[in-house]
């Protein structure tokens, strides 16, 4: 069964620090992984994906099939970056997108 | 282009009645999935659609169904509702037969209180 694990619900850093929100999955294959954001009073929108390598706002997040782990980092926070960050696992071609619990960052000066 | 609309925005029902909540997916999109949205439990995925059939379900009682129509559009139903199914409904659409590389499109939501 598919599985996505976030253990923080808040995470709360000062601007310029660091970010790391943590995810772990669960699932027997090979995974397609994603981040989702969610702004104050906005749709929840795509992020990143594992599969494009990409770094969207600073934000990058490395597959590690050992670890089963997919964490989202930023070298340095800034306050638009306070939201609810989801990550969701799709399994083989036509499974369904399940998402973890969310993790709120909050990012102050 | 627009985006993915759901409607209504806002519904407020008593225990015991039903209601059906709709989603507009983007033009071209075929899939569409729907999620249940609280604060304690995230995003719980309901079921999603492919071409008008039901591709996918989660893991919630029969009061809750759905169904897709032939211009892709879809609606979900909850029958003899309970105060816990209070929370915001999602829809999101996808353009392909799976989401790789693709994702999904989310919708602002339906919150749905029960009173």
């Known amino acids: 069964a598919q599985r996505v694990t976030q253990p923080e619900k808040l995470l709360s850093v000062f601007k310029g620090a660091p970010v790391e929100l943590k995810c772990n999955y669960s699932?027997?294959?090979?995974?397609?992984l994603f981040w989702y954001v969610q702004y104050s009073r906005q749709r929840l929108q795509l992020l990143l994906r594992?599969?494009s390598r990409e770094s969207i706002k600073g934000f990058t997040a490395d597959l590690n099939k050992g670890e089963t782990s997919f964490h989202l980092k930023k070298p340095f926070a800034q306050e638009e970056d306070s939201a609810m960050y989801y990550c969701?696992?799709?399994?083989?071609?036509?499974?369904?997108?399940?998402f973890g619990k969310g993790t709120t960052l909050s990012v102050s000066s | 282009k627009a985006g993915v609309t759901q409607t209504p925005r806002y519904l407020i029902k008593t225990r015991g009645q039903q209601v059906t909540l709709s989603c507009s997916p983007i033009?071209?999109?075929?899939?569409v999935s729907w999620y249940q949205q609280t604060p304690g439990q995230g995003l719980q995925f309901l079921f999603e659609?492919?071409?008008?059939?039901?591709?996918n379900k989660g893991n919630f009682p029969g009061r809750f169904s759905g169904r897709q129509f032939s211009n892709s559009r879809s609606e979900m139903n909850v029958s003899t509702l309970e105060l816990g199914d209070s929370a915001l409904y999602l829809c999101?659409?996808?353009?392909?037969?799976?989401?790789?590389?693709?994702?999904?499109?989310f919708g602002s939501g339906t919150r749905l209180t029960v009173v």
């Open positions: 999101a659409s996808s353009p392909g037969s799976n989401t790789l590389n693709y994702g999904y499109t």
């Open positions: 699932y027997s294959g090979s995974p397609e």
């Open positions: 594992h599969i």
């Open positions: 969701a696992l799709s399994g083989q071609a036509g499974t369904a997108l399940i």
């Open positions: 033009s071209g999109h075929r899939s």
């Open positions: 659609y492919f071409s008008e059939t039901q591709r």
